[in-house]
Structures are given as C-alpha cells and as structure tokens.
Antibody
C-alpha cells in the first residue's frame, strides 16, 4: 500500500526540541522530493520545509529557518524533521508529503503541542 | 516569497449549483499551481496540478484554469461530498524557491 506515516509528535515545553519521522512505503522513496507541511488548529496549510531526492536541495519557511532541520535516509525510506527552540506558534499538525512540487500523497499527520 | 490570495474566504452554494473559486499569485507562477480539498479531520487531497490537470480519480466536475497570476477552480455541480475547504498552492521554481499556499476557501451549504 502506498502510504506515509508520521510519528514523533507530542507535548513539549517552549524552548525544547522534538524530532518527527515519516515512514514511506509502496513507492520508490528516493525518486521523489519530500516535504513537511503544517496546520495550526483551525488554520490553513503552511509549507515548512522540503528536501530533494538526493538531499542536494533543501528549503525552509522563514518561520522555521535556523531552528528546524530536514533530512532523509533513503536506505530506510524515511524523512525527518528536527525541531529545536520550539515556540508556542509551532503548535500544529505536521504532515509529511510526497512531491512533484505539488503534493500528491499525504500522511495523516502528527500533532505537536508546544506549551508549558 | 510568492503570496497566494484566495477569494472568497467563504462561499455559500446550494447542492447542484456551480462554484467558482479564485486564487491570485503576487507574481507569475506560470502553470505551477495546484488545488487541494480538505475535509474536517482529514489530510488534504490533491485535485488539480499544472493549473488544469485533474489528479487521478478526481471527478470531471472539478476543473482548473488560468496561468501566470490568476487561477480558478470550478466545481460544475456541487455534490454533498464537495463541501469542504479548498487551497491553492504554487510550486514555481522549487528548488530553490519556497512553496506557498493560499489561505483557503470554505465551500459551505447554502
């Protein structure tokens, strides 16, 4: 089955760190760029970060640049997001998505709550 | 960063009627524009890419048009399952440029 499954979310205090993972299956993972997209409660979609198939090109939204790091392990069919110095405004459902530029496959998301 | 602006924020439509949603880019994105549908508690679903190409399994009542800075998503005859939030997204020149979404249009039952 073609799917993406996110994990690693949870409740974390401001200033702390969290690492999200996304496990891919059912397609050739290293053929595609992969991205993280988030959605704050009751709000719209926000692109967070993306990484090309070979990790040669990486991009971040201004809101997370310098705090978040995207990476991938093609041997493990996995995508990661290391989130440091977390803020209350980072509270959101984080989706992993497979991309041709547009996102044709999404996971169900993992919820990150930043609160003291 | 390219800013995507969707209008209206909310669209009230009766079942069977036509719905027209707009998306405007702050600079040209060529045809690198996608549309998504999101229902409560679900992940977004790709409807249209390349401004006008329907994704696999998307009914023909959904159509996209436009290029450059002005885009439209049309739902020709709204079905009950079409009431949802719709987002546009530009993907022009990624990498290295950033990707951006519009703020969304909620299509609700009139």
């Amino acid at each position: 089955e073609v799917q993406l499954v996110e994990s690693g979310g949870g409740l974390v205090q401001p200033g702390r760190s969290l690492r999200l993972s996304c496990a891919a299956s059912g397609f050739t993972f290293d053929d595609y760029a992969m991205h993280w997209v988030r959605q704050a409660p009751g709000k719209g979609l926000e692109w967070v970060s993306g990484i090309s198939w070979n990790s040669g090109s990486i991009g971040y939204a201004d809101s997370v640049k310098g705090r978040f790091t995207i990476s991938r392990d093609n041997a493990k069919n996995s995508l990661y997001l290391q989130m440091n110095s977390l803020r209350a405004e980072d509270t959101a459902l984080y989706y992993c998505a497979k991309a041709f530029g547009y996102f044709d496959l999404w996971g169900r998301g993992t919820l990150v709550t930043v609160s003291s | 960063e390219i800013v995507m602006t969707q209008s209206p924020a909310t669209l009230s439509v009766s079942p069977g009627e036509r719905a027209t949603l707009s998306c405007r880019a702050s600079q040209s994105v060529s045809s690198n524009l996608a549309w998504y549908q999101q229902k409560p508690g679900q992940a977004p679903r790709l409807l249209i890419y390349g401004a006008s190409t329907r994704a696999t399994g998307i009914p023909a009542r959904f159509s996209g048009s436009g290029s450059g800075t002005e885009f439209t998503l049309t739902i020709s005859s709204l079905q009950s399952e079409d009431f949802a939030v719709y987002y546009c997204q530009q993907y022009n020149n990624w990498p290295p440029k950033r990707l951006t979404f519009g703020g969304g249009t909620k299509v609700e039952i009139k």
